[in-house]
């Protein structure tokens, strides 16, 4: 669940939100408990509600809070009004318009999801809606030309590769390999790791993806000995058993892997661990 960034993205919007407020502010100053009424766009149903479901409820905890107190938006009464993306673009941009249409909601907490976020904030654009993520990555939505109202208290994917690059000078990896999962997020990230690796003369002896299966991936990083690999998915688990299977005979405590998923990043020099809690 995300209640930490949940919890600090409601602070953020609030004090972003004083501008619209102020406006308003000025047409009506009886606004004593006025509702002010903030929109969340999160999967809390489908595949991704194992983790969605709880930003509802860390916002509405926040907003619980912020409500007791009187040195914040004194004049008004925040109100939630949340809707199910259950992480599908296609639903996202009819929960956006949705927002649009009925004119109620003033700002957006989230997409949580970069796919839909690209989609929402892209339309957002046009009609001036705030949006706040939690949670999505893509590196995209940097860009300010596209998604000039879109803000996130993450960052994007590929912030990641200084990180990347830092590590491999420490500890003097030349050659290196980069493998992600063909999705859009990742795909980004890993060739803008590789842009880094070439202009900070590391050389990348291999560069591969994979869709479900990383199986045949793995083969390939064992078959040419690579050392060193950067991973980009969201298949963790699946894909750390193969590489357990496929290089415990190779003596897998020579492979370091740096691996991205979310706000987890593992750096191990030993796979053997992961056995303990899957079944690999």
Same mark, same amino acid.
């Given at each position: 669940?995300?209640?930490?960034?949940?919890?600090?993205?409601?602070?953020?919007?609030?004090?972003?939100?004083?501008?619209?407020?102020?406006?308003?502010?000025?047409?009506?100053?009886?606004?004593?408990?006025?509702?002010?009424?903030?929109?969340?766009?999160?999967?809390?149903?489908?595949?991704?509600?194992?983790?969605?479901?709880?930003?509802?409820?860390?916002?509405?905890?926040?907003?619980?809070?912020?409500?007791?107190?009187?040195?914040?938006?004194?004049?008004?009464?925040?109100?939630?009004?949340?809707?199910?993306?259950?992480?599908?673009?296609?639903?996202?941009?009819?929960?956006?318009?949705?927002?649009?249409?009925?004119?109620?909601?003033?700002?957006?907490?989230?997409?949580?999801? /970069?796919?839909? +976020?690209? #989609?929402?904030?892209?339309?957002?654009?046009?009609? *001036?809606? &705030?949006?706040?993520?939690? $949670?999505?990555?893509?590196?995209?939505?940097?860009?300010?030309?596209?998604?000039?109202?879109?803000?996130?208290?993450?960052?994007?994917?590929?912030?990641?590769?200084?990180?990347?690059?830092?590590?491999?000078?420490?500890?003097?990896?030349?050659?290196?390999?980069?493998?992600?999962?063909?999705?859009?997020?990742?795909?980004?990230?890993?060739?803008?790791?590789?842009?880094?690796?070439?202009?900070?003369?590391?050389?990348?002896?291999?560069?591969?993806?994979?869709?479900?299966?990383?199986?045949?991936?793995?083969?390939?990083?064992?078959?040419?000995?690579?050392?060193?690999?950067?991973?980009?998915?969201?298949?963790?688990?699946?894909?750390?058993?193969?590489?357990?299977?496929?290089?415990? /005979?190779?003596? +897998?405590? #020579?492979?370091?892997?740096?691996?991205?998923?979310? *706000?987890? &990043?593992?750096?191990?020099? $030993?796979?053997?661990?992961?056995?303990?809690?899957?079944?690999?």
């Amino acid at each position: 669940m995300e209640f930490a960034s949940s919890r600090w993205i409601v602070t953020f919007t609030c004090l972003a939100a004083q501008g619209v407020i102020h406006a308003v502010s000025l047409k009506n100053s009886t606004t004593q408990g006025r509702p002010l009424y903030i929109g969340s766009m999160a999967p809390m149903t489908g595949r991704r509600a194992w983790w969605g479901a709880g930003i509802p409820l860390a916002i509405e905890m926040a907003f619980e809070d912020i409500n007791k107190r009187s040195d914040i938006l004194k004049e008004y009464k925040l109100s939630l009004v949340q809707r199910d993306t259950e992480g599908n673009t296609g639903l996202g941009n009819k929960v956006f318009y949705d927002f649009l249409m009925e004119k109620q909601v003033r700002l957006i907490l989230g997409p949580s999801r /970069s796919n839909v +976020a690209e #989609s929402a904030g892209a339309t957002g654009k046009y009609y *001036n809606m &705030v949006q706040v993520s939690p $949670s999505a990555g893509s590196g995209e939505l940097s860009r300010k030309d596209i998604f000039p109202h879109f803000f996130r208290t993450v960052p994007a994917l590929s912030a990641t590769n200084r990180t990347f690059i830092t590590i491999a000078k420490r500890f003097h990896w030349n050659r290196i390999a980069i493998l992600y999962q063909s999705r859009e997020l990742f795909a980004s990230a890993a060739t803008s790791l590789r842009e880094e690796c070439h202009k900070n003369n590391i050389e990348v002896i291999s560069y591969g993806s994979f869709l479900l299966d990383p199986k045949s991936q793995i083969q390939h990083l064992k078959d040419i000995d690579v050392r060193i690999i950067f991973g980009f998915f969201s298949l963790s688990t699946i894909t750390m058993c193969e590489v357990t299977k496929s290089l415990q /005979s190779s003596g +897998a405590i #020579s492979y370091p892997w740096y691996i991205i998923k979310r *706000n987890l &990043v593992w750096l191990k020099d $030993s796979l053997f661990q992961i056995t303990s809690w899957c079944l690999c």
